[in-house]
């Protein structure tokens, strides 16, 4: 998905919502910049803002991910499996890496869970500011090594491994000792 179709869902539900870029940057504790960015598709989208703008709007992340409005299951075959987003973290100086995030389950409006493969290359940068948000997140590792930051802890996933956790205490996901990486990822986040 480009990031001016999640920007235009953006403002669609801001304006349903009689909310102006200040009022959504305050409910969500983002800058306005950061909001009036992704509206434009001059930003591109971090998981973490995202999710705080959909509990802002009370609406699914999948809401502003997804292109397909289908009510059957969500099958994806290999071949199907499309780049949603390009996400790389925006709000902060960060070695979380570029992210690329493959959605398994676009198309079904209902869910109440996220799933994505995401692939990490890392960026080279050093700074490790941990965000939280509401919600739980399962990863399980598939290629290269993935590096969770956990409140004071760090836990490096390898392939064949998983870690689940309350996404409310600040982490931050990112590729381990400069190596890309790829893991499976389920995100819940309430409504």
Known sequence: MSDNKLGS????LRNAHHLSRQDLADRCGCSVSTIEGL????????????IKITRALGVRLGTLMD???????AFVSKSQMEEVARLKNLETSSDAGDLSY???????PSRHMDPFVIAITPSGETNHEL???????WLYGMEGQVEIEYGKDVYVL??????????IVPHQVRAHDGQNAK????VYTPI
Do not use: M, N
Not at 131 to 137: D, K, Q, R, S, T
């Open 39 to 50: 509206e434009a598709g001059e930003l591109p989208a971090s998981l973490a803002p995202l």
């Open 131 to 137: 965000v939280g948000h509401e919600g739980e997140e």
């Open 102 to 108: 493959f959605s398994l389950a676009a198309g079904h």
């Open 158 to 167: 390898g392939p064949g491994e998983s870690i689940y956790y309350d996404s």
């Open 67 to 73: 292109d397909d409005e289908d009510l059957g299951p």
């Open 183 to 186: 893991f499976l990822a389920v």
């Open 9 to 12: 869902k953006i403002t669609t």
